[in-house]
C-alpha cells in the first residue's frame, strides 16, 4: 500500500504561480513512477504530467513550457510548479503513483484525495 497526501492548492489569479507538494508514504520502494492528473467540472481525468524512475518525464499537451514536475526521491515526494496560469487550469489535482508488486508483473496506481486550484481571470 501507499498513501499518497497532496499540499499547496489554493485560489490564485491569472497569471500567476502554484507549487503542488505530494507525500509519499508505505510500500513506496514499489513506486515505478509519480505524477499529477488533474479533472475539471465535467470533465475526464486528465494527465497534467508524470516522472517516471528512468527519469522520463511528460507532460499534457496543455500545459507544456508552463508547469514542470519534479521528484525528491530522498523526502519521497514530487512536485509540480505551476507557473502562467489560465482559468482552464482550475480543477482538483491528483497525485498519482504507479506501483509494481516485487517479483511479480502484478501494477497497482494509487491516488492522493486531490487538491483544488481555481484560477480566476
Known amino acids: 500500500q501507499v498513501q499518497l497526501v497532496e499540499s499547496g492548492g489554493g485560489l490564485v489569479q491569472a497569471g500567476g504561480s502554484l507549487r503542488l507538494s505530494c507525500a509519499a508514504s508505505?510500500?513506496?520502494?514499489?513506486?515505478?513512477?509519480m505524477g499529477w492528473y488533474r479533472q475539471a467540472p465535467g470533465k475526464e481525468r486528465e494527465l497534467v504530467a508524470v516522472?517516471?524512475?528512468?527519469?522520463?518525464?511528460n507532460y499534457g499537451d496543455s500545459v507544456k513550457g508552463r508547469f514542470t514536475i519534479s521528484r525528491d526521491n530522498a523526502k519521497n515526494r514530487v512536485y509540480l510548479q505551476m507557473n502562467s496560469l489560465k482559468p482552464e487550469d482550475t480543477g482538483v489535482y491528483y497525485c498519482?503513483?504507479?506501483?509494481?508488486?516485487?517479483?511479480?508483473?502484478?501494477?497497482?496506481?494509487?491516488w492522493g484525495q486531490g487538491t483544488q486550484v481555481t484560477v480566476s481571470s
Open positions: 516522472s517516471s524512475n528512468g527519469e522520463i518525464i
Open positions: 498519482n503513483a504507479d506501483t509494481k508488486v516485487p517479483l511479480t508483473s502484478i501494477r497497482r496506481v494509487y
Open positions: 508505505g510500500s513506496i520502494f514499489s513506486i515505478n513512477a
